[in-house]
């Protein structure tokens, strides 16, 4: 599987999502800056794979820092870090990589500056590493709520393309496969960026686990046909009392989950929670560009002045979710309580 | 307001919805056969305009027979016919449109031919313009479950390009403003033809309707944020018990609005009825071509070879409808004798 961030010769190398399936193009970001735009742009999106990227986004600015001391290093950094967390504001994964390179940088105050910047990239390294093995861990527990032969319906892309490698919500379907059960997949294509059509489809194809793409107009179609037995979509940002906020339509399937009883998962790194938040109505909601709504593969599909809603995310009420499958073990309602038990001490803040 | 279709010089006139808003081009049908391509490949569509465009094809179509009596014309016309009626399964106004055809030239059977082909010409624009009459009516109706200041939510185009002109949904919305409501709407886009982006918004803009375009996954984050207060679609077929047949998607829709407790009316005319189905589960459902998902503007946005399901419409069952407005008035629950009796003579069969 193509590797969907590494650190490699003093780059955040990435695969660019903009341009698969058709063309896969890497690239390469130098500096803290680059990693920046490249998140921005969506280049790489998907919440595990922004934070792992902001981390080796850290390390790559605290490279080019030159500064007297740690304070100067630090200030200068913490500069930089604040530029980078402004990238996108929904997922809290961005910033909980950034402060957990900021708490090493803190840490590792005594340290000459070429050490603490080895310091530094080696703890982006390890994001990235725990970050698959969460997904492993994450993919174990969600794979028991996955029967044999299940049609699976997901939204969005939780995929390895999402994270560092196997994914959130695809990892769950990669784990039931792997455990031996027949999984069906309906991928949503999930306008307007199609992340769905484009990267879900894609992943899985290469898995050769089988997969059907339809619009998102569809998911109630095939729901009142009885065709889809379960739903495990990702998330960007978990309040403490479970509101889930992902990717604009995942509120629309899991109004439509609930009103056909199907089970309505969501697949999450612990590093999604956030637990400084009481509710879903706290958490930014990304208002994107109207050209992304308007305007496909260069064409205008809309009239010229049309007026455009992007809210990029939504947020789907607790009730609405009937487990939440993290690295640490699957939280059950009340969340509240559930959540805080799973987290720990690791979650944010 | 640009004509939909209209009957010039030999030939059904149409503006092609499938290059719009770029693009203002029209298609002249001079034969029944091209009218059936434009219906197949969608260049006019929206069930009431594909009623009017087979009675004008019906017309041409008999304008073409060479006979040497009634008998004889007949024959060739019901042969032209059955090939029309195959265009498209699921808007059963092709079907009335083409059977009152027939029915008017089989009481037409003492008719010279000459005479007969001018009856039939004279019907098709009969029908055309009873169309339009219809949607005023419907307009009528409907507006006055409209409130001033309402947001109103519409699915596809059910608007003047669906119809002869005005619109049935997007009429219902045209009379309310005409009555002096202030109105909103947003429109779903309509993956995967984009009816919506390109043809609802088009034309709400030409007539300075404030319209703003959404994607199908931001119907229930707007009505999540209490930003809609009524929904309106067309129908393609409608049971005998009120289940409605419409462009894929609106079922969600229906679903949606029930759980934010939004009313969610159907506007269709009596020609949209089909009383011989007792339930939605008896209407044909149309599936496109995989492409009509895959590619867009000529780029394939889904990998080569991943497997696609298009149903092109789906049902809503009649117990998700609050209303059905007709050109005759509003029907309400129970539908299987409210729309009995608002049918009268007039319904399929």
């Not at 909980?96 to 390179?101: E, N, P, S, V």
Request: aromatic share 4%; proline share 4%.
């Amino acid at each position: 599987m193509i590797k969907t961030v590494e650190l490699v010769d003093g780059a955040a190398r990435m695969i660019d999502q903009t341009r698969l399936p058709t063309e896969k193009v890497f690239v390469d970001c130098r500096t803290i800056e680059e990693v920046g735009h490249a998140i921005k742009t969506m280049i790489i999106r998907g919440a595990p794979a922004i934070g792992v990227a902001a981390a080796m986004g850290v390390s790559l600015g605290a490279d080019a820092i030159s500064a007297e001391d740690f304070d100067g290093f630090y200030s200068q950094l913490e500069k930089k870090c604040d530029e980078l967390a402004q990238s996108r504001p929904t997922a809290v994964n961005l910033a909980w990589g950034i402060d957990r390179m900021k708490r090493v940088a803190r840490a590792g105050k005594d340290l000459s500056l070429p050490a603490l910047k080895k310091r530094l990239r080696e703890e982006a390294q390890t994001i990235c590493d725990e970050d698959i093995a969460a997904n492993r861990a994450m993919g174990s527990f969600g794979q028991t709520l996955i029967a044999d032969g299940n049609n699976v319906l997901t939204h969005c892309n939780a995929g390895a393309l999402a994270t560092a490698g196997f994914g959130t919500a695809l990892g769950v379907i990669r784990a039931a496969v792997n455990a031996g059960k027949k999984i069906n997949v309906l991928a949503n294509e999930t306008r307007p960026f199609l992340q769905g059509a484009r990267l879900t489809v894609w992943e899985l194809m290469e898995d050769n686990i089988p997969v059907k793409l339809i619009t998102d107009s569809m998911a109630g179609y095939f729901m009142q046909k009885k065709q889809v037995d379960v739903v495990v979509v990702g998330a960007d940002r978990i309040a403490a009392n479970g509101d889930v906020a992902n990717k604009i339509g995942t509120y629309m399937v899991s109004v439509l989950a609930k009103t056909h009883n199907i089970p309505f998962y969501v697949a999450a790194p612990i590093s999604t929670l956030d637990l400084s938040l009481a509710s879903g109505e706290e958490i930014p909601i990304e208002e994107r560009s109207a050209d992304e709504v308007t305007i496909i593969n260069n064409k205008r599909m809309a009239p010229e002045g049309a007026v455009v809603a992007h809210p990029a995310f939504d947020v789907t009420p607790n009730h609405l979710v009937t487990a939440i499958i993290t690295n640490k073990g699957i939280a059950l309602p009340p969340f509240t309580e559930s959540l805080k038990k799973l987290a720990g001490e690791s979650a944010n803040p």
